[in-house]
């Protein structure tokens, strides 16, 4: 069975989707990532799906399921790459992706856990 | 036909390679390596192979080929992620990867391409 890489940067997981995930390839990626967090103690997971072209319910529920993961797991998931095809469908099929932050690309989701650790580090001065 | 995705960050696009690819599929991707690095202005262009199980003649030339691509636009290459088991068969198929630069994994990736532009930057004074 082929695994989805994870690539660490600092403090980020960065995963890039590109094959069709069936029940056990999202099976192993959601324990791969937990894994991954544990132990490289990244407080971000970015999850590219820019080469997604039809996301339904399973995979809105695996991105759903990936960051309530993270969170138990203090890192924060960002959904990056959503071609707009597919913010469309998601959209009419009703799914929210609720408790999913997105950014239009991986820059930018790299710069909205940069804020947050900095909003972090004025909240608790050290 | 599927596209690997090119992500940015930065100086460095990320391409992580996940699908086996064939002619059609190693011509789309050098083709949109060679158009990224130019629109983004790259200095770096790393390639995570560590999903790839098997790298024969076709996928080391296919490597040598993009290095040498983003060489003429002033990028350089660098694969990390590399199996110990594809390394192993690399070298007994007695191909040398000739002109790529390979790294552990991509933080050890961007350091090296961070070191070279502090190189330069000392070797070229503003």
Known sequence: MERVPILKLGDVLIVSIQ???QDQGVLALQEDLADAVVESGA???????SAVE????????????????SRV????????GM????AITLVELGLSL???????????GVALLEDRDNARAVAVPR
């Open 54 to 69: 039809i996301v339904d319910s399973f995979i809105g529920r695996m991105l759903a399921t990936i960051a309530s993961i």
């Open 19 to 21: 094959i069709d995930l």
């Open 83 to 86: 071609r707009p095809a597919v």
């Open 43 to 49: 407080r971000g997971v970015i999850i590219d799906i």
């Open 73 to 80: 797991l203090d890192a924060e998931t960002i959904v990056v």
């Open 98 to 108: 609720g408790g999913v932050r997105t950014a239009l690309n991986l820059e930018k």
